[in-house]
């Protein structure tokens, strides 16, 4: 009997398989994969459009808007401090920033699962500017995504390399003003306006920071883009934790889509728009995926082609997993939802209760480090401290102190000579001087500040039975 002859070995592959679970921004290699989302007008694309407007001019003047002499919104990293409405909290006290962040977290959690991924689609800062400048400033200059996919895959020519280079010079322009705008919300605009008109060699680490945020602005801008939302966001790897049955999401009616084709017996014809349309490459008739911004683009695109059919729309359309299955529900059996806003209000109101009843005037008082007590040739002894202290009011406050007990004296001429200016924090040396007798009979001294009549004890060090203790 004669063997019949193996087949050669076939070499594998690198096509993705239909239940790839690649990135639509990844080819099978590893290399990038472009997107070239179609534009299609609709209702939901008008109403993105007109908020995008209005968020661009509020995201780039936040910034420079002041309450009451006091910036709007600014994380003041070289002053210490957040600027808030009008408000100043200082950063050194932990207590408000923990609560605010974790309002705001919560905050998010609790949009999530009323109403899905609103931030996403329509108001995040990375969404408005790449779905509503960049991407049009490259059709304007490049044509449509049809067009510009066939001149990608083309060779080079000299319109080609013209056309691209203005786009990056325009590219990298919106990203100088965007990074020195992004920059304002952490430093004062007038350092960052500094910073501008003055020579790198002047300033050669705010030089560097400048340069490294424009980069960093430029390269998400005009290359990563919607790979931002797919591989670095972590709001989409989280977002399935927060939804529930009845958080509305983009979703495809498989009922009544399915089977799909233009002979076939479901609505949906396998146009393939709503894939073309994605500005993160995904098949929403795949399901819910991490890529998916509820950007709405493929229920503008789906509702098109289903009224040019004459069919209803809403074949893709943004509706729970509830509604679709046809159950009934009500804000009431969603616990998740009480919870997370329960949540938010309870954060909320223990911050504004800590702004609206904190003093002004914050005073602490800590021990020089290294430091004990000094034997003074006349028989008495001194006590050396530090004072920190910060101005939250819009006054300029006093800081002068006066020793209550017997027997004792403080030498701090900055605090008797000098005032607080407004949301302004200082650190004063206080030496404390107690005669022979008040040293024997005192292990604390009491200050008084005059303006609020605050009594502070300092612990002493002194030889004897004193206590030994650190400064309060």
């Known amino acids: 009997m004669t063997q019949r002859p193996q087949d050669p070995p076939q070499p594998r592959s690198l096509a993705p398989t239909p239940d790839s679970e ?105 969404t408005v500017f790449v779905e509503w400048l960049i991407r049009p400033i490259e059709e304007l200059i490049e044509g449509s995504a049809h067009h510009r996919r066939i001149v990608d895959r083309g060779p080079w020519t000299l319109a080609k390399a013209v056309r691209k280079f203005v786009k990056h010079i325009i590219f990298m322009g919106i990203a100088v003003v965007v990074a020195n705008v992004f920059l304002a919300y952490f430093i004062p605009p007038t350092v960052v306006l500094g910073w501008i008109g003055s020579s790198p060699a002047a300033n050669p680490i705010p030089f560097a920071i400048m340069l490294g945020v424009v980069t960093a602005f430029y390269g998400d801008l005009a290359w990563f883009r919607e790979q931002f939302c797919s591989f670095l966001c972590p709001y989409a790897r989280f977002q399935a934790v927060v939804m529930d049955k009845w958080t509305p999401v983009v979703t495809y009616d498989h009922a009544r889509g399915e089977p799909r084709g233009r002979r076939a017996t479901g609505a949906c014809i396998d146009c393939g728009l709503c894939q073309r349309v994605c ?37 893709i359309r943004t509706v729970s997993q509830g509604e679709l299955e046809h159950e009934q529900s009500s804000i009431w059996r969603r616990p998740r939802v009480w919870f997370y806003g329960l949540a938010m209000m309870v954060a909320f ?43 939250e009011g819009a006054t300029a406050k006093s800081l002068h102190l006066m020793p209550l007990d017997a027997g004792v004296e403080i030498i701090c001429g900055a605090c008797a000579a000098e005032v607080l200016a407004p949301h302004e924090s200082r650190s004063y040396l206080i030496v404390v001087i107690l005669t022979a007798d008040a040293a024997a009979q005192l292990t604390t001294v009491r200050l008084k500040h005059e303006d609020t009549n605050k009594v502070f004890d300092l612990p002493l060090l002194l030889p004897g039975p004193a206590p030994q203790g650190g400064g309060s």
């Open 22 to 126: 690649l990135a639509p921004t990844v080819d099978a290699d590893g290399s990038r994969k472009w997107i070239y989302p179609d534009r299609r007008n609709g209702p939901h694309a008008s109403q993105r459009r007109r908020l995008a407007m209005v968020l661009m001019m509020v995201y780039l003047a936040v910034p420079w808007i002041s309450i009451g002499g006091q910036p709007l919104l600014r994380f003041d990293v070289l002053g210490g401090r957040l600027c808030l409405a009008g408000s100043v909290l200082a950063l050194a006290d932990a207590s408000w920033l923990a609560f605010l962040l974790v309002g705001l977290g919560v905050a998010l959690l609790f949009v999530t699962a009323l109403k899905g991924r609103v931030w996403c689609g329509y108001a995040c800062p990375q």
């Open 279 to 315: 500005p993160t490459g995904i098949d929403i008739r795949n399901g819910l995926q991490l890529e998916c911004i509820s950007c709405n683009r493929c229920s503008d695109a789906c509702d098109q082609v289903m009224g040019s059919l004459g069919r209803p729309t809403g074949l």
């Open 349 to 391: 109101s223990v911050l504004a209760a800590r702004v609206w009843l904190r003093d002004d005037l914050q005073m602490h008082f800590a021990r020089q480090s290294g430091t004990a007590y000094s034997h003074m040739g006349d028989g008495r002894f001194a006590n050396y401290f530090t004072l920190r202290a910060a101005n």
